[in-house]
Structure formats: C-alpha cells, structure tokens
T-cell receptor
Framework: AQTVTQSQPEMSVQEAETVTLSCTYD???????LFWYKQPPSRQMILVIR??????QNATENRFSVNFQKAAKSFSLKISDSQLGDTAMYFC????????????FGTGTSLTVIP | EPEVTQTPSHQVTQMGQEVILRCVPI?????FYWYRQILGQKVEFLVS????????KSEIFDDQFSVERPDGSNFTLKIRSTKLEDSAMYFC???????????FGQGTRLTVV
C-alpha cells in the first residue's frame, strides 16, 4: 500500500520569504507520479506542481519548485517570494498510473503567509 | 477555464436517509473519481469510474455507496442509508485521457445528524 506523510500540520511565512513544505511517501513501485495540490479556503484543490518519478530533474513552476529525493522517498515543496495568495492548505499526493489513477493524499499542511 | 462543479455545497441529512451528491466533470474528461475528507483527516479515495463502469474502489466504498453517470454530463455518488460517520467533505474529480493530474471540484460538505 502507498502512504503519504506530511509532518507539518501548520506553517507560516513572512511575505516575500521562502518556505519549504515536507512530504515523504512509501511505495514499492518504481514508476509513479507525485503532486502538490493547493486548496485555498472554501475553494477547490488546484494542481501546483507535478513530478514524474522517472525524471531526476526537479520540477519547477515559477515560484514553486520541488526537491525530489527518490531514494529517500522525499518530495518537498519550496515556495519562493511568498505571496498572500499562497495562503492555503497544501496536499502532497502520490499516484501510480494505471486504469483508475488513484491518488493517495497526505493530511495536508496549512500555510499562512503573514503580511 | 473549465471546472468541475459539485452540488450542493452543503447537505444536511438525517441518519438512515439516502443522499445523492452531484458532480459535473469537465466535458472532455473520461476518468471520474470521488474522494472524501473527514474533518481533520486526510483525503481518501473512494472510487474511480471509466467507460461507464467502476475501475477501482477502496474498502470505504461498500454496498452503501454507488456511482452513476446518468447522462453525458453528470456523475453522482449515492449513499443509501447514511451513517453519522459518513459526515465528511466529498470531492469529485475528473481527468482527461493521457494526463496524470486530476481536476477537483469545490466539494460537498455532508453532515449526517
């Protein structure tokens, strides 16, 4: 079975600063995908960034980047130049591609950006 | 930008009653999912649906649950006889063929009293 662990229930960061959210996972699979989803208050989850396990290069999307350590089964999210709109719940998720494409989520990290 | 939409946003029902949660996936998507999140816990997979049939389901998705795509646009989750422990936020999601990410709706908060 796949498990995803987010050990930081809550975090805060000053506006314009950098913050890193942690995620570890456990799997015996070799081919899989990892995701960070953002859920602003009362809004739907939206995809922040995606990483294919077979790619060694860390994914980046503007101010968002990941540190993917496959051997350590670690997938942290770095947010640079934090903005007030980054305040949200962040979920780390694992997906093993097959018919069904089931996602496994962590418990989430609530991030508050302080002005 | 196309979105997954869910109705209602909040549903209160009495224990033992049937409830139907509705979702309109993004129109050209072919994979559909239901997830739930009990307050303070992680988002849990319930079921995935492809080609008009269930492709995968979790242990949570027992005989009390069913899904249906009654027409070309809606995707519903039915809970036949609700229990207090069914109280949760229910998320619908959809994916297009060839893409790995899922697009989520805003959720329906189900409260069983």
């Amino acid at each position: 079975a796949q498990t995803v662990t987010q050990s930081q229930p809550e975090m805060s960061v000053q506006e314009a600063e950098t913050v890193t959210l942690s995620c570890t996972y456990d799997t015996s699979e070799n081919n899989y995908y990892l995701f960070w989803y953002k859920q602003p208050p009362s809004r739907q989850m939206i995809l922040v960034i995606r990483q294919e396990a077979y790619k060694q290069q860390n994914a980046t999307e503007n101010r968002f980047s990941v540190n993917f350590q496959k051997a350590a089964k670690s997938f942290s999210l770095k947010i640079s130049d934090s903005q007030l709109g980054d305040t949200a719940m962040y979920f780390c998720a694992f997906m093993k591609p097959k018919t069904g494409n089931q996602f496994y989520f962590g418990t989430g990290t609530s991030l508050t950006v302080i002005p | 930008e196309p979105e997954v939409t869910q109705t209602p946003s909040h549903q209160v029902t009495q224990m033992g009653q049937e409830v139907i949660l509705r979702c309109v996936p993004i129109s050209n998507h072919l994979y559909f999912y239901w997830y739930r999140q009990i307050l303070g816990q992680k988002v849990e997979f319930l079921v995935s649906f492809y080609n008009n049939e269930i492709s995968e389901k979790s242990e949570i998705f027992d005989d009390q649950f069913s899904v249906e795509r009654p027409d070309g646009s809606n995707f519903t989750l039915k809970i036949r006889s609700t229990k207090l422990e069914d109280s949760a936020m229910y998320f619908c999601a959809s994916s297009p063929v060839g893409r790995t990410e899922a697009f989520f709706g805003q959720g329906t908060r189900l409260t069983v009293v």
